[in-house]
């Protein structure tokens, strides 16, 4: 079946310093990947995806790009900010149809000033 | 432009009791997915509904079933409530064409607690 694994958090980081929170996948065929965000009190966001191998999403800062070779999506920002304080989601829907998501567990990122 | 809207935001039941959860979907949009995420847990899909037909279901229980409204909006109902259904239950919409796979837009959910 599908799944994902996203690394433990939290992730705690200062101001302006360099994120990268990793995904790895499991899926038979080509899944489309996905990162969401939860912000404290709100409902889950989009925040960026990618629907084939090499592709790039990006978003507010934040890109990750989608990698075969090793079933991976990991999320990076150069520069974080207090704003960015949430929990961050991977998940992967199989391609074609209206196909269900799969999420990762989570990783909470705390930004500090 | 209103977005996915879900009631109650809180709600609070004994084991052995019935739920219904409701859903509106964001204008336009005429696919419902119910998700249902356990405290500290990534969500887990449910069930999805498009065209008021049930079109793919997870590894959930008959207690939990659905139905869809020709408006598009949708209720979620678990039976038989058991301790392991409290959780966020989790609403989201989308358009069913293939382009928009996977962007989901989400409500803020219903917290279910059960006693």
């Known amino acids: 079946g599908n799944s994902v694994t996203q690394m433990e958090g939290p992730v705690t980081l200062s101001e302006e310093a360099f994120l990268t929170i990793n995904c790895t996948y499991t899926?038979?065929?080509?899944?489309?990947l996905f990162w969401y965000v939860q912000y404290p009190g709100e409902g889950l966001q989009l925040l960026l995806k990618a629907t084939k191998a090499d592709d790039k999403g990006s978003n507010k800062g934040f890109e990750a790009t989608y990698r075969k070779e090793t079933t991976s999506f990991h999320l990076e920002k150069g520069s974080v900010q207090v704003s960015d304080s949430a929990v961050y989601f991977c998940a992967l829907t199989p391609r074609g149809g209206r196909r269900a998501l799969t999420f990762g567990s989570g990783t909470r990122l705390q930004v500090q000033p | 432009d209103a977005g996915v809207t879900q009631s109650p935001t809180h709600l609070i039941k004994t084991r052995g009791q019935q739920v219904t959860l409701r859903c509106s979907p964001k204008?336009?949009?005429?696919?419902v997915s119910w998700y249902q995420q356990a405290l500290g847990q990534g969500p887990q899909f449910i069930f999805q509904?498009?065209?008021?037909?049930?079109?793919q279901r997870g590894n959930f229980p008959d207690r939990f079933s659905g139905h869809q409204f020709p408006n598009y909006s949708s209720e979620l109902n678990v039976n038989a409530l058991l301790l392991g259904d409290s959780a966020l239950y989790l609403c989201a919409s989308s358009l069913g064409d293939l382009n928009s796979i996977g962007e989901l837009f989400f409500g803020e959910g219903s917290r279910l607690t059960v006693l």
């Open positions: 204008s336009g949009h005429d696919t």
């Open positions: 509904y498009y065209e008021e037909e049930e079109r």
């Open positions: 899926a038979t065929g080509y899944p489309s």
